[in-house]
């Protein structure tokens, strides 16, 4: 019913044991390890686009996420609009909800594939899917210190391996280390996700996803890899580390970004803005407490133009003057500018 999912992964696992086994030679466990680890490789690599996508996104949701809580509050009975409103604030932002989920949706078509492909692995089967008779005893006799790849500790129907039901505790000195392993590389990927969360974004639910993924995923995977093969164990390990190397790659190069769209910014602000002692060019918008360009231009002008003409632009003589004669009309007065006679002596 999954073909289409298992065709594509065993293909891939086919590809690479291949190259190889040319190296190695087809039935070494080193072949079939390394081919496990390249499919992982490969599947993380077609989704390495999308999770950057996610990380963008996800930056951008923690940016608004006051905005968020605002809608919240205010539609707190209104569900509908509520959603109404997440979705609008969404779009303006371009942000999609779905791409900050694809990465994880999409891995886990390949670990049901590779799941099923691993436990199709049975001694005396004829084929499994791209692999002929040959590679599939090639598989069920490959050996890690003595233990088959498609060995686990407790052998279940969904599960995966091709070894004796009930509990393998001859499986243990190898599975053990994998799953303590595969446990500490889940808990360090979620706790460089976590720390790079904006504290202001902080929600209910968000603290309760992060205990999910700091503590409980990291147990599942100790506790319910006993119940996996060897060989989905390499995969689920070699996957985390993928992840977390990722993590710090995509990280960084999306910090230096910021910051130099940051620094950009800074520069266009301090190229606009005038030097000490420079006047501002007509048409600038003034600082706080600024004179505009074009009035400090215009005052500058008439002083001197006062100067030229022998008045002190401090005299306040002139507009006493000029009230007065405005008064009479612009004339100046009769007595004015005569000198007074006296009467004469007798």
């Known amino acids: ?74 539609y707190a009975n209104d569900r509908q609009r509520q959603a109404m409103e997440m979705q609008r604030l969404q779009k303006e932002h371009g942000v999609n909800p779905l791409g900050s989920c694809l990465p994880m949706l999409l891995q886990i078509p390949v670990f049901i594939g590779l799941n099923w492909v691993l436990r199709n692995f049975r001694p005396g089967a004829e084929s499994n899917y791209f692999f002929d008779a040959d590679d599939v005893a090639s598989y069920v006799d490959a050996q890690i210190f003595g233990i088959n790849l498609g060995d ?33 590389a889940t808990h360090l990927t979620a706790r460089h996700s976590v720390a790079r969360q904006n504290p202001a974004a902080a929600t209910q639910q968000t603290a309760v996803m992060n205990k999910l993924t700091l503590y409980i995923f990291p147990a599942g995977v100790v506790v319910f890899g006993a119940f996996f093969p060897i060989g989905l164990l390499i995969y689920w390990l070699a996957n985390n580390i993928w992840t977390l190397g990722q993590q710090r790659i995509v990280y960084t190069k999306i910090d230096k970004e910021e910051e130099a769209k940051r620094q950009a910014a800074k520069e266009k602000r301090d190229n606009l803005a005038p030097r000490p002692g420079q006047k501002p060019q007509v048409g600038q918008k003034p600082k706080p407490g600024q004179k505009p360009a074009q009035k400090s231009a215009q005052k500058q002008q008439n002083q001197s133009h006062n100067t030229k003409n022998g008045k002190s632009p401090k005299s306040g003589g002139s507009s006493v003057r000029g009230g007065a004669w405005a008064k009479n009309g612009g004339n100046r007065p009769a007595n004015q500018g005569k000198k007074t006679q006296g009467r004469k002596r007798r």
């Open 152 to 184: 686990a500790i407790n052998h279940l129907g969904l599960a995966g391996g091709g070894g004796d039901g009930g509990w393998n505790w001859d499986v243990a000195p190898l599975a053990v280390p994998l799953m303590i392993v595969a446990g500490i």
């Open 1 to 74: 019913m999954l073909d289409f999912i298992y065709y594509p992964v065993s293909f891939i696992l086919w590809v690479w044991h291949k190259v190889f086994g040319f190296v190695f030679g087809d039935d070494n466990a080193i072949a079939w390890v390394l081919g496990i680890v390249f499919l992982t490789f490969t599947v993380r690599g077609l989704l390495f686009k999308p999770f950057v996508n996610q990380v963008r996104s996800m930056r951008k949701m923690q940016d608004f996420a006051p905005e968020v809580k605002k809608i919240q509050k205010k």
